[in-house]
């Protein structure tokens, strides 16, 4: 199919610029100045575009659809999960597949990989480590052969059996070194975690207690520890769901040390904070690392916009309410919240002066945190997350004027919540469009399960001189 998307605002690395885009098939095959494409394709499908954005379609790098089993399952699979993304603007997810037992890397991924075969969009996989062995070096090429260059590690959760011991990090850092494989970290520092919970004598700490529990210095020490290493093996290091400042100031003496951090924040560490679990339903509220306060809040908010902070993703892990509220004791609450459908919309406010009446949301940083970095990051560049022709045809058209309030009743999450619910916004995604299919239109769903295709990711940029 062609579809002529006519006289939008289109929104490059750079600068907006209005044009027009024609979509061939799966491609964008032209983007020229406004009414210059006259020999359109017989059967080619027009829209007016105008007075709306056109983005390279949003990626998620961080989600967790299709999540554990039974009565432990995320509520959304990966097809739910994914359609929630869709109508929020994102055309490719990265989720993680777990070290199985007995199995290879590329093993591991591949069972991983079909599970996600549902998805509504495109999608790709970050790779757990959880022990070393000694055919790790071969798995690691063979993982990076199958398209997965970046693997993840967590510095905590020892009940759930993912953690990788710090005595582990200098071996495998040096493998990702050579092998040019992106480590992203979930940092928080178990032995930091463990003096906080000697320290509190509540025998059942309710969802208030969870900040305290699990405070902002094991968040710090975690990346100052893990960042050293990195910098040691002369390795980029990602840090995952950065929630405080404290935190923030780590990434920022590492970097200043010489070290190569990328930074990754969520909505959540934006607009919430722990007073949320202070209320009746807090445990609704709760995900690891915590939510903080507001001044972390507006440290994170200005890292975002500065450039400081490369990457937006969602850390999307929802679970039904009732699984969540059931457990008095913040530590069996499981940990995770839903939003993929509303980050979209909350940019869109971050990233506006605020000014009434007039269009000044920046949707150049919007699309650089939320599509042009993750590709880059994450080898899909520029195939993913640009415009340029040749390229997927991955659009996400923005209403700037669209206004509303999120609400649990509307939202696609089969979590059937929002943490977001009340908040006013301005600017929504209306129309998406994946590899030239509309997927959402008037913010409906109308993809298919099913419609996503695995994306094998190349070399991080982060590994090329220069960066991103
Ligand atoms: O609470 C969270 N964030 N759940 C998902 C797993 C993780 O640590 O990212
Ligand atoms: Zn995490
Ligand atoms: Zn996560």
Known sequence: MNILLRGGKCVFSDRIRQKDILIAGEAISRVEDPDTVIDLPPGTLCFDMSGKYLLPGFIDA?????????????????????KAAAVGG??????????????????????????????????????????????????????????????????TYKEFGVYLDPGEWNGL?????????????HAEDETVLEAAAQRSADASPGPEMHPILRPAEAEASAIRKAGRVAKENNLPLYIVHVSSEMAMDAVRRLREDGAVIIAETAPHYLFLTEEKLKTADGALYLMTPPLRKTKDNDVLKAALKSGEIDIIATDHCSYPPGRKTRFPDCRKIPAGIPGSGEAASLLCSLFSDGAEGVNSTDFVSIARVFSEMPARVFGLYPKKGSLLPGTDADITVISPDAEGIISSETVNTLAGYTPYDGVRYRGAPSMIILRGEIIVENGIFCGKRGGGRFQACRESEVFQQGGP
Do not use: P, W
Request: glycine fraction near 8%; hydrophobic fraction near 40%; aromatic fraction near 10%.
């Open 173 to 185: 850092f040096g493998l990702c070194r050579d092998s040019r494989m992106l480590v992203c970290v």
């Open 90 to 155: 994102v055309t490719t997810f990265i989720d993680f597949a777990d070290q199985l037992a007995d199995k290879t890397l590329a093993e591991s991924a591949g069972i991983r990989i079909n599970e996600a075969k549902d998805s509504a969009v495109d999608f790709s996989l970050h790779q757990g480590i959880y022990r070393m062995h000694r055919n790790i070096a071969d798995e690691l090429y063979e993982l990076r052969n199958s398209g997965i260059t970046a693997l993840k590690i967590f510095t």
């Open 62 to 82: 961080h989600t967790h659809y299709g999540l554990g089993e039974g009565e432990d399952a995320t509520a959304d699979d990966f097809f739910s999960g994914s």
